[in-house]
């Protein structure tokens, strides 16, 4: 299922390229609900994340036969797009970078974070944080609450 849509904003992409403004409508209406998901979640503000999410669908427009090159999936060019647009407006805006402290595994996707400025936030070393974020993840892929999966990494 997941290939199936990868390998369709793909197709899609590639004729978004080619100046087709109906594979534009199709890839917005297969996409945006996700993209704007992540641009609120980044930016704490609706209405911006509109703006926010405007900017990226005009810049994949303009810039969608660069897809192939970046080495990235479809979906995750996409989402890579998006968070890049949601920082950077963040910044022009002069949002704070989050009101609440995320979970490590949301700072180093949506903060850009390191795993050595995670570590010293967390107040752990860099290998157990390496471990930490990797039983959060596992947890993610394999439906594990994240509470279980940072006790495991704990111990």
Do not use: C, N
């Not at 290939?3 to 109906?22: F, N």
Request: aromatic residues 4%; glycine residues 10%; proline residues 5%.
């Amino acid at each position: 299922m997941q290939q199936a849509r990868q390998t369709q904003i793909g197709g899609l992409l590639s004729r978004v390229a080619s100046g087709d403004r109906a594979a534009f409508d199709m890839l917005y209406e297969a996409t945006s609900a996700q993209l704007h998901a992540l641009g609120v979640s980044i930016l704490k503000d609706r209405p911006i994340a509109e703006d926010a999410l405007e900017q990226v669908y005009l810049r994949i427009w303009s810039e969608a036969g660069r897809q192939p090159e970046s080495g990235l999936s479809p979906m995750a060019w996409l989402l890579t797009l998006t968070r890049e647009m949601a920082l950077e407006r963040m910044r022009a805006e002069g949002l704070p970078g989050g009101l609440t402290r995320p979970d490590p595994v949301e700072a180093l996707w949506l903060e850009g974070a390191s795993l050595q400025a995670l570590a010293r936030r967390e107040g752990r070393t860099a290998p157990a944080m390496r471990e930490l974020l990797r039983a959060r993840l596992a947890a993610l892929r394999g439906g594990r609450a994240p509470q279980e999966a940072a006790q495991g990494a704990a111990r």
